[in-house]
């Protein structure tokens, strides 16, 4: 797989923080309780459709489809999450097609191949995300869907914070949080953190205005057919007070598109 060079290094480092990853990912409440459930209301019956995962990780989401009866081919740039969602195919087989791919280079699929495709908050790990959106498209039969989760940019650009109620505290609980501190909207940028403090290599991945990911929807012949900003349910919340800085300053958003046709 040839890829570009900031595509190559993005790939080292989810190689080497994969096995954490796959441990992390499983403790994630946000994507459990918050963005799991939005994601999966918006898809509503997709069972036998046949489905692209475009940067799968692990698979858990691409699992999460193929329960729900869909063909599901799921692809990630991460030679190692694709070594270990396939053990995981191995030991338990739905019949999901996992194959090392650069989801800005689907040369390997054909065009008009899949009815949806879906992106679980992976577009913001990728430099060339243009010409991925152009590519996952390309791959979609006319009036096919594409739905794409990224982290809110509104409410969660780079240094974006919680002031804390009493100065000097971290603030965990909904009440000890006073307001989100947000800038730096505009420009796009580069992100740098680790995943979790001990994380082996260090996560790059981009913080990108709304506009810019509408227009590349636009030039790729996706229509935005639809917006969410999940949130828990109130007796999710109820027991899981954290979780309800999701309604006072949103953490993702979903993109919900239709392939136009000419
Ligand atoms: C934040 S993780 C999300 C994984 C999975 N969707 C989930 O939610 O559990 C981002 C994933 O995108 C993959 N990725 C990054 N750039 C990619 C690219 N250009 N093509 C395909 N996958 C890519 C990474 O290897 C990583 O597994």
Not at 38 to 43: E, N, P, R, V, Y
Not at 117 to 131: G, M, N, Q, T
Not at 184 to 201: I, L, Q
Request: aromatic share 10%; hydrophobic share 40%.
């Amino acid at each position: 797989m040839k890829l570009p060079e900031a595509h190559r290094a993005q790939q080292e480092s989810w190689d080497r923080i994969a096995d954490g990853w796959s441990e992390w990912v499983h403790h994630n409440d946000a994507r459990k309780w918050v963005l799991d459930p939005a994601h999966l209301a918006m898809l509503g019956d997709i069972s036998g459709k046949r489905v692209l995962d475009a940067g799968c990780g692990e698979g858990r989401f691409a699992r999460m489809m193929a329960d729900r009866g869909s063909l599901v081919t799921a692809i990630d740039l991460s030679s190692k999450m694709i070594e270990i969602a396939s053990g995981i195919e191995s030991a338990e087989p739905r019949g999901i097609d996992y194959r090392e791919m650069d989801m800005a280079d689907l040369s390997p699929l054909s065009d008009d191949s899949f009815d949806l495709a879906i992106a679980y908050v992976s577009l913001v790990d990728v430099p060339e995300y243009e010409r991925a959106i152009a590519e996952i498209a390309r791959v979609m039969r006319n009036g096919g869907r594409f739905t794409f989760s990224i982290v809110h940019p509104c409410f969660a650009p780079p240094g974006s914070t919680w002031e804390p109620r009493l100065a000097g505290r971290i603030p965990v609980r909904n009440k000890d949080k006073l307001f989100k501190k947000i800038d730096n909207y505009f420009p796009a940028s580069e992100v740098r953190f680790r995943m979790w403090p001990t994380a082996p290599a260090e996560t790059v991945n981009f913080h990108r205005p709304l506009c810019d990911y509408a227009h590349a929807c636009r030039d790729a012949g996706l229509l935005i057919r639809d917006i969410v900003e999940p949130t828990p349910s109130e007796e999710v919340a109820r027991e899981r007070d954290y979780l309800r800085e999701h309604f006072r300053a949103p953490f993702f958003i979903i993109f919900d598109c239709l392939k136009a046709g000419a």
